[in-house]
């Protein structure tokens, strides 16, 4: 008898759960599932990849088994709110699995689709909807949906939705929902901003938290390279030619310079794919299709893949530019060593990056051990421009790697994806509907 026996769940459902390959909980699944099953508030800290999808889905699942009653045309019943396409997407294909055999019915509206497909699916009524915020009000403002019949609310990866600018849009749904619901909000870290949207939207909730936030799953060995900027092309390469056979991702700070390095990649010889904001929604599933079944070896990206991804064959994780927000870094490299596996994490550390990685030390309490090269000094980690000309001028001397790369998809200049998109996404015409 597994623990999930004991939780007093349908026989229907742990025998589903099995099917999928899920026969004992996670720790986030043991402390979070037997509080939501007695509707109790949860506000759950713990990395992506612990199995907090089946941690908020199973007691959601199991309560709507007993409604009895399909939902009224337009309406939905429970709400999952995710920041990205990617990780909505996920969450979807995760829910429809525990719901197969079932009456329920689980959709998911997200940007880059047809809204006019969305609104017709909508219509019948929905039991479940992952939604990205974005998307989400769009409908609402055409009244396609409606959410005062929802009694079931989860933020997921909440972090992220307040990096992105979603504030205001989480507030304008909130207000949609009624006053009678559970809610369920999942993090990874827990900012100051975070303990404020707890606080509004959950009632007495029962913390749990199987991770301290800042910290790398165990089995990533991690390492880091002083190297010049111009540097950092030929030693990716050089790195990747010795593992052509196992899935890597490289990930950079810019749209364009990603799609810049993945060409260079592809000229080399390596069966090279990237996803970032400027693909269509089409582009980048078809990116993640190709890397997930192993036709493609090497996956450039934004931030916007550093969160949801659940490939765990992934082996290499390499940071080709160092994020500027810390916590990214630390969901970035959780893309390896999932299930269980053995992965690897190598960071290039420039001189003007200096800053971002005593950021990134300090967040995760560690000093990240050496590969190459020596930390840059003061005299040669120069001072960084502000606005937009940040990354122009570069200094490519000192203690680097050595050879001389042509700087592949680093040299664009620019803020972090995700700084770059702070405009709330409840104003209309900003940039994160079109994104979500």
């Known amino acids: 008898m597994s623990d999930f026996d004991m ?91 525990l719901t197969e055999n079932t009456p329920l019915k689980v959709g998911v509206v997200v940007g880059g689709q047809s809204i006019n497909a969305q609104m017709k699916r909508l219509e019948r009524g929905t039991d479940l909807l992952v939604a990205t915020p974005g998307r989400l009000l769009d409908l609402l403002d055409r009244r396609a949906v409606e959410l005062q019949t929802c009694t079931f609310l989860v933020l997921d990866e909440a972090d992220q939705m307040l990096d992105l600018g979603f504030i205001h849009a989480l507030r304008k749904i909130a207000a949609l929902l009624p006053e009678e619901r559970q809610t369920m909000l999942f993090s990874a870290t827990m ?79 390596f ?63 959780g893309r390896t060593a999932r299930a269980g596996k053995d992965g690897a994490a190598v960071a290039f550390c420039a001189p003007d990056e200096m800053d971002e990685l005593k950021a990134i030390q300090k967040t995760m309490g560690i000093t990240i051990p050496v590969a190459s090269g020596r930390p840059w000094s003061p005299m040669e980690a120069p001072d960084k421009p502000k606005g937009k000309g940040r990354g122009q001028r570069r200094r490519s001397g000192g203690g680097g790697h050595n050879g001389g790369g042509n700087g592949g998809g680093g040299n664009a200049p620019g803020k972090s994806q995700s700084r770059r998109r702070r405009r709330p996404s409840g104003n209309k015409g900003g940039s994160n509907r079109a994104a979500a």
């Open 7 to 97: 939780m007093d769940l349908p026989a229907k459902l742990v025998a589903r759960l099995a099917e999928m390959g899920i026969t004992e909980p996670t720790p986030i699944q043991k402390q979070a599932i037997p509080h939501a099953l007695n509707g109790r508030d949860v506000l759950g800290l713990a990395q992506t990849g612990t199995g907090k999808t089946a941690a908020f889905g199973v007691p959601i699942v199991k309560q709507m088994l007993e409604f009895g009653k399909k939902p009224e045309k337009y309406t939905v019943r429970g709400l999952v709110l995710a920041p990205t396409r990617e990780l909505a997407t996920q969450i979807a294909t995760h829910l429809r699995g």
């Open 191 to 269: 900012p100051k901003q975070m303990n404020e949207l707890a606080q509004s939207y959950l009632k007495s909730p029962i913390r749990v938290e199987v991770t301290p936030p800042g910290k790398a799953a165990d089995k990533v060995t991690q390492e880091v390279h002083f190297i010049a900027k111009a540097e950092k092309t030929n030693l990716l390469i050089e790195l990747l030619d010795k593992h052509r056979e196992e899935r890597a991702l490289v990930f950079g700070r810019t749209k364009h310079g990603s799609e810049k390095l993945m060409k260079t990649l592809e000229k080399r010889g």
């Open 271 to 333: 069966a090279a794919m990237s996803i970032h904001g400027n693909k269509s929604q089409g582009q980048r599933d078809r990116a993640i299709a190709a890397f997930k079944s192993g036709d493609v070896r090497v996956l450039v990206a934004t931030d916007v893949a550093a969160r949801g991804l659940d490939i765990p064959d992934v082996k290499h994780v390499y940071n080709y530019d160092l994020p500027n927000v810390p916590d990214n870094y630390v969901h970035r490299i």
